[in-house]
Structure formats: structure tokens, C-alpha cells
T-cell receptor, first 113, second 116 residues
Framework: DAKTTQPPSMDCAEGRAANLPCNHS???????VYWYRQIHSQGPQYIIH???NNETNEMASLIITEDRKSSTLILPHATLRDTAVYYC??????????????FGTGTRLQVTL | GAVVSQHPSRVICKSGTSVKIECRSL??????MFWYRQFPKQSLMLMAT?????????EQGVEKDKFLINHASLTLSTLTVTSAHPEDSSFYIC????????????FGQGTRLTVV
């Protein structure tokens, strides 16, 4: 799976948009971009994933550049409960036992008042 | 989203004893589940892939005789830490996904193991 690079930490004011970048310059044509987050002392939570088109769901938006070498996760109105470590993971579609997720170090997002 | 449940959420055990952690997919069947370990201020490290009805696949450096994995049904995988030592104290997390080529993984809430 392609390696990803994320800033180690970011701050965001409550109510503002949080934009979390991820570089994945070695991504292959069939690899998807997945985002998960982990709130302290909990298991990771799925947020969103995409291949090349921008995606939006009730939690966030995912913007993928045209060359697919980077992406941005957008939390449109961050709240204190969004404080967590956010992981960007790039991998091929799940196929049987090869469907493991490899976590990097992620970005620690701190939402402040 | 789908629910994956782990039990117990916290456990304290004495050195030399064994501890079993359960991971259940509550509303879907999972032929494959995954076990991770996370030390403080570190990322999740995959330990093994649990396959229903067959042997688990362990990542390099993970002792299969120490971390016993059983996946006897499509909704339950167990991880047993045998002869636990204080260095095994960690946060253990399981995940599972529905069958399908492009479905996301769901994670349990994790088990905090403390070996004293």
C-alpha cells in the first residue's frame, strides 16, 4: 500500500472548518484514500473514503487532487468532540485476507474554544 | 454503521496468567477480523489477521504461540494473551468488515490490558 504523509498536529477553532492534508504521491491507480479518526482511548472510527472524485457525507468532505497525489479531509464546522488523531490511509479495494489497514502516525487535531 | 463490540473494555491480570479478549460483529458476518495493538502515544500496529475457520496470519515479529487467535464463527474472534508479562500491557483493538470489495472496516472500542 502507498505510504502517506500527514502533519503531526493541527489546531482549529471551534465552529471553523478543519482542513487536514495528506500526501500520497506514490498512490497507484486502483488505490483508494480512506480516512479514520481515533478519539482518545477509543477504537478508530471510519470517516470517509474516495478514489478520485470528491466525496461528502454527514461527517466530512474529501477533496482529492486531480493527480491523486494528495487529498484534504474537511470537517466543515469543527466541534470540541472532533478533537482526535486523524489517519489517512491509502490502499487497494478490500479483497479477502489482503484487506488489512496499515496506520501511519496521523494528525492530532486539537479543536479549541 | 456496523457495530463491532469488544469485551472486556479493561482488564488487569497478574504476570504469568492468560487473558482472553473477545471481538464480535453484532449486525454482520465477518470472514476476516484484524487484531491491533497500540502503545501509548503510538499508532496502531497490526498483530494478526483472523480468518474464520482457518489459522490466523501473524505479522512479522508477533509470537503466534503467545497471542492465540481463534475465529470459530462468522461473528466472533478471540485473542488470548498467554503467560502475560508487564510489557504486554497495551491497548488491543479489533476490526472487522462486511464481505465486499470496497467496504470500510469497523473497529471495536478497544481493550486496555494491564499486567501487574
Amino acid at each position: 500500500d502507498a505510504k502517506t504523509t500527514q502533519p503531526p498536529s493541527m489546531d482549529c477553532a471551534e465552529g471553523r472548518a478543519a482542513n487536514l492534508p495528506c500526501n500520497h504521491s506514490t498512490i497507484s491507480g486502483n488505490e483508494y484514500v480512506y480516512w479514520y479518526r481515533q478519539i482518545h482511548s477509543q477504537g478508530p472510527q471510519y470517516i470517509i473514503h474516495g478514489l478520485k472524485n470528491n466525496e461528502t457525507n454527514e461527517m466530512a468532505s474529501l477533496i482529492i487532487t486531480e493527480d491523486r497525489k494528495s487529498s484534504t479531509l474537511i470537517l466543515p464546522h469543527a466541534t470540541l468532540r472532533d478533537t482526535a488523531v486523524y489517519y489517512c490511509i491509502v490502499r487497494v479495494p478490500y479483497t479477502g485476507t489482503a484487506s488489512k489497514l496499515t496506520f501511519g502516525t496521523g494528525t492530532r487535531l486539537q479543536v479549541t474554544l | 454503521g456496523a457495530v463491532v463490540s469488544q469485551h472486556p473494555s479493561r482488564v488487569i491480570c497478574k504476570s504469568g496468567t492468560s487473558v482472553k479478549i473477545e471481538c464480535r460483529s453484532l449486525d454482520f458476518q465477518a470472514t476476516t477480523m484484524f487484531w491491533y495493538r497500540q502503545f501509548p502515544k503510538q499508532s496502531l500496529m497490526l498483530m494478526a489477521t483472523s480468518n474464520e475457520g482457518s489459522k490466523a496470519t501473524y505479522e512479522q515479529g508477533v509470537e503466534k504461540d503467545k497471542f492465540l487467535i481463534n475465529h470459530a464463527s462468522l461473528t466472533l474472534s478471540t485473542l488470548t494473551v498467554t503467560s502475560a508479562h508487564p510489557e504486554d500491557s497495551s491497548f488491543y483493538i479489533c476490526s472487522a468488515r462486511r464481505t465486499g470489495a470496497n467496504t470500510e472496516a469497523f473497529f471495536g472500542q478497544g481493550t486496555r490490558l494491564t499486567v501487574v
